[in-house]
T-cell receptor, first 109, second 115 residues
Framework: ELKVEQNPLFLSMQEGKNYTIYCNYS?????LYWYRQDPGKSLESLFV?????AVKQEGRLMASLDTKARLSTLHITAAVHDLSATYFC?????????FGTGTLLAVQP | ETGVTQSPTHLIKTRGQQVTLRCSSQ?????VSWYQQALGQGPQFIFQ???????GRGNFPPRFSGLQFPNYSSELNVNALELDDSALYLC??????????????FGPGTRLTVL
């Protein structure tokens, strides 16, 4: 059974500093997604990574995928308060997504 | 382009009752997936519908059932509600083989509380 683990589960960030969230998964997959969820809200699609070595960037967020290591990272550059939310990675298993445990990011001034 | 919509927003039911949740997919999308998200957890896959047929199912009992209509909208039905069914129910639509890599786009969700 595919397992998806994220770490850390909680990240308290200082504004202006850089951080990384890690997403490990247990079974081969070539497709991985990152989503953002604000409290009480739905999931917003951030990135889709479709192949080994894929790198996507949007604003202060950059995601990468290493399918051989079964690892994806979400890098945050110069954190700002607007990035406070829960971030999920999700691995594609054909017709379904298997979500990670989520990482709660809190940016402190 | 219209995004994914769900109704109702909130719902309160008692144990043993039945509930129907509704979802309209994003324009042009023919695939709808349903997820259950308990508080503090990641979404769990319930099932997926593609062109009105169930295309896959997660580890949920048969009292969770669904439908997809010719316009690709969908319903999730839950019978004999249990306290543990209290959760946010998310609907997501997608278009297989699209350039966005089959990205699933989520609706705002229905918050179900079972008393």
């Amino acid at each position: 059974e595919l397992k998806v683990e994220q770490n850390p589960l909680f990240l308290s960030m200082q504004e202006g500093k850089n951080y990384t969230i890690y997403c490990n998964y247990s079974t081969t997959s070539d497709r991985l997604y990152w989503y953002r969820q604000d409290p009480g809200k739905s999931l917003e699609s951030l990135f889709v990574l479709l192949s080994n070595g894929a790198v996507k960037q949007e604003g202060r967020l950059m995601a990468s995928l290493d399918t051989k290591a079964r690892l994806s990272t979400l890098h945050i550059t110069a954190a700002v308060h607007d990035l406070s939310a829960t971030y999920f990675c999700a691995v594609d298993r054909g017709f379904k997504l298997i979500f990670g445990t989520g990482t709660l990011l809190a940016v402190q001034p | 382009e219209t995004g994914v919509t769900q109704s109702p927003t909130h719902l309160i039911k008692t144990r043993g009752q039945q509930v129907t949740l509704r979802c309209s997919s994003q324009s042009g999308h023919n695939t709808v997936s349903w997820y259950q998200q308990a508080l503090g957890q990641g979404p769990q896959f319930i099932f997926q519908y593609y062109r009105e047929e169930e295309n896959g199912r997660g580890n949920f009992p048969p009292r969770f059932s669904g439908l997809q209509f010719p316009n690709y909208s969908s319903e999730l039905n839950v019978n004999a509600l249990e306290l543990d069914d209290s959760a946010l129910y998310l609907c997501a639509s997608s278009l297989p083989l699209a350039p966005d890599g089959d990205t699933q786009y989520f609706g705002p969700g229905t918050r179900l509380t079972v008393l």
